[in-house]
Each structure stands twice: as C-alpha cells, then as structure tokens.
C-alpha cells in the first residue's frame, strides 16, 4: 500500500490544528500526549482522542489508546506546510502593518482556507522582497 498523497487528504480546521500542535509537541518536547495536546488547544481529552483516531485512520498520525501520538512521515509533511503557510501569511501581515497579535490570529485563520495557489504567490512575492 502505497503512501497517499497530501493532496488526497482532506482535513478539516480542526484536525488540521490537531496535526500542527502534534508536531510542536514532537518538535519542543520530542514527544505529543493527549493531555498536552488539550491542554494546548484547551479542548476536553476525549475531543482530542476523537480527533487522533480519525488522523490515524487517514494515515497522518499513529496513535492507540493510553500512548503518545506519532506524525507520520505524511503527517510531518503536512504540519510543516501548514507552518510555512502560517509563517508567510504572518511575515506578510507584519510587512502591511498590522499588530502582531492581530496579524498572528488572522495567520492562524487565513492558512486553512487560503487557495494553495494563492499562498505559492504569496511566498514567491516575500522571496523576492527579502531578495531585494
């Protein structure tokens, strides 16, 4: 069984925001824990266990009851695409102006539903300001 592609996944906002606290966690503490991740996204554990067992079923993470959650390799591609959107969005909004924790709120809004084509000419355009 070959490894589906990213584009074949359809994730929602929330199992979206589930896959980027994941790889946080892995990446701030080396491991993810149901009860970090509630914490984090202050949700209930039950709502976070709901979640990991559809990622798990779509191939983006690995997770059983009462053990820690692991990205898949398709997982980690996804969560990292999802912070690079967020950073573009977030460098932009800072280049017009707007407050940090405004422009950080609106980021976080903007990179589930902005078209990927959208977003692919934004970094192009910031790659050719930082260029400059």
Same mark, same amino acid.
Request: proline share 2%; with cysteine.
């Given at each position: 069984?070959?490894?589906p592609?990213?584009e074949?996944?359809?994730?929602?906002?929330?199992?979206e925001?589930?896959?980027?606290?994941?790889?946080? =966690?892995?990446?701030? *503490?080396? !491991?993810?824990?149901?009860?970090?991740m $509630?914490?984090?996204?202050?949700?209930?554990?039950?709502s @976070?266990?709901?979640?990991?067992?559809?990622?798990?079923?779509?191939?983006?993470?690995?997770y059983?009851?009462?053990?820690?959650?692991?990205?898949?390799?398709?997982?980690?591609?996804?969560?990292?695409?999802?912070?690079?959107?967020?950073?573009?969005? =977030?460098?932009?909004? *800072?280049? !017009?102006?707007?407050?940090?924790?405004? $422009?950080?709120t609106?980021a976080?809004?903007?990179?589930? @539903?902005?078209?990927?084509?959208?977003?692919?000419?934004?970094?192009?355009?910031?790659?050719?300001?930082?260029?400059e």
């Amino acid at each position: 069984m070959s490894l589906p592609e990213m584009e074949d996944i359809e994730l929602t906002k929330a199992l979206e925001m589930y896959v980027k606290v994941a790889y946080e =966690l892995e990446e701030e *503490l080396g !491991i993810a824990t149901v009860s970090d991740m $509630a914490e984090r996204l202050n949700v209930k554990a039950p709502s @976070v266990t709901a979640a990991l067992q559809k990622l798990d079923s779509m191939g983006v993470v690995k997770y059983r009851r009462y053990q820690n959650v692991k990205l898949t390799k398709l997982g980690k591609i996804i969560a990292r695409k999802l912070l690079s959107r967020n950073k573009t969005l =977030l460098d932009f909004l *800072l280049l !017009i102006g707007v407050e940090e924790e405004i $422009a950080s709120t609106d980021a976080c809004e903007i990179e589930h @539903v902005i078209n990927p084509k959208t977003i692919e000419k934004l970094a192009e355009y910031m790659k050719k300001l930082s260029d400059e």
